[in-house]
């Protein structure tokens, strides 16, 4: 089945609309509705040429702790040869509308619509909107944490069109995981996944875990339980879910319902105030 990425495309509601929504501010989870990405929340970054973009997670006291989530748009021609400013950020880029032309160590590589980019801490790269139409990513920025003994990892071009998802044990397949980096590589501290659930699927349980949580809804609708609560939520739509929050999941349908995942992972619990970063 050909995958299907939402976009936000900003504008703004008449002024015959309702104020009311579905965006939720808890100290345990935030839902962020796709209403809410208008073109006055939009933000603009040094060095980058044509672009703006909504910010959906930040370091915050009572929200992210561990990363920062963006939806990049940009115009054709625009881009940046000076896209990351923090040397100890790493960073996962997914393209969702559009074509861009990343280029890595002097390397030049053609990213379209569910094309992934894995880059290491203090890597050099540019961007560059190369085609006709606009283009559209979502850019998850994590601090690397060095492990003495375990080297950077390497840099990683993907599609999720190449990669077949790994089905949860006895759901018959209405629970998968698309994994772009392989869960037993320890050099990574993050992962960003999609997943997927056919109508009808669900999470059986109350997950209640360590991982931090940040997801887009690419595709369909469902009901998610967040904490106490159970919430609407489809394409377009964004979750937070701080660590230990409990969640669970069902899939109405009708069609398959769809998100990008970010979790951090791979290290032990820090028992001292971290560095600032």
């Not at 002097?106 to 990213?111: E, I």
């Not at 904490?227 to 377009?236: H, I, K, R």
């Not at 739509?237 to 899939?251: G, I, N, T, V």
């Given at each position: 089945?050909?995958?299907?990425?939402?976009?936000?495309?900003?504008?703004?509601?008449?002024?015959?609309?309702?104020?009311?929504?579905?965006?939720?501010?808890?100290?345990?989870?935030?839902?962020?509705?796709?209403?809410?990405?208008?073109?006055?929340?939009?933000?603009?970054?040094?060095?980058?040429?044509?672009?703006?973009?909504?910010?959906?997670?930040?370091?915050l006291?009572?929200?992210?702790?561990?990363?920062?989530?963006?939806?990049?748009?940009?115009?054709?021609?625009?881009?940046?040869?000076?896209?990351?400013?923090?040397?100890?950020?790493?960073?996962?880029?997914?393209?969702?509308?559009?074509?861009?032309?990343?280029?890595?160590?002097?390397?030049?590589?053609?990213?379209?619509?569910?094309?992934?980019?894995?880059?290491?801490?203090?890597?050099?790269?540019?961007?560059?909107?190369?085609?006709?139409?606009?283009?559209?990513?979502?850019?998850?920025?994590?601090?690397?944490?060095?492990v003495?003994g375990?080297?950077?990892?390497?840099?990683?071009?993907?599609?999720?069109?190449?990669?077949?998802?790994?089905?949860?044990?006895?759901?018959?397949g209405?629970?998968?995981?698309?994994r772009?980096?392989?869960?037993?590589?320890?050099?990574?501290?993050?992962?960003?996944?999609?997943?997927?659930?056919?109508?009808?699927?669900?999470?059986?349980?109350?997950?209640?875990?360590?991982?931090?949580?940040?997801l887009?809804?690419?595709?369909?609708?469902?009901?998610?339980?967040l904490?106490?609560?159970?919430?609407?939520?489809?394409?377009?739509?964004?979750?937070?879910?701080?660590?230990?929050?409990?969640?669970?999941?069902?899939?109405?349908?009708p069609?398959?319902?769809?998100?990008?995942?970010?979790?951090?992972?791979?290290?032990?619990?820090?028992?001292?105030?971290?560095?600032p970063?």
């Open positions: 089945m050909t995958p299907s990425y939402y976009t936000p495309k900003g504008g703004h509601p008449g002024q015959d609309q309702l104020l009311t929504d579905r965006a939720i501010f808890t100290t345990a989870y935030a839902v962020i509705p796709k209403g809410t990405m208008r073109d006055i929340v939009t933000s603009f970054l040094p060095f980058w040429e044509g672009t703006r973009l909504w910010v959906l997670a930040r370091p006291s009572g929200f992210a702790e561990t990363f920062s989530h963006y939806i990049m748009e940009v115009q054709p021609g625009g881009g940046s040869d000076l896209p990351e400013s923090d040397p100890q950020a790493q960073g996962v880029l997914f393209v969702v509308e559009g074509r861009a032309t990343l280029s890595i160590d002097g390397q030049s590589h053609k990213l379209t619509p569910g094309g992934y980019a894995y880059l290491p801490a203090g890597q050099k790269w540019r961007l560059h909107n190369t085609g006709q139409d606009v283009l559209r990513f979502h850019w998850i920025r994590k601090a690397w944490q060095p003495e375990l080297e950077r990892p390497d840099p990683l071009i993907l599609n999720e069109a190449d990669i077949a998802p790994t089905a949860m044990p006895g759901t018959n209405k629970w998968a995981t698309t772009f980096v392989d869960p037993a590589d320890l050099r990574h501290d993050m992962h960003v996944t999609i997943v997927t659930f056919e109508p009808g699927g669900v999470i059986p349980f109350m997950e209640t875990h360590v991982m931090e949580h940040g887009y809804v690419l595709e369909g609708k469902a009901v998610y339980r904490n106490n609560d159970w919430v609407e939520v489809e394409a377009g739509d964004y979750m937070w879910l701080r660590a230990f929050c409990p969640q669970a999941c069902y899939a109405g349908g069609g398959r319902f769809r998100y990008l995942l970010y979790k951090d992972v791979n290290r032990h619990m820090p028992l001292h105030p971290m560095a970063r």
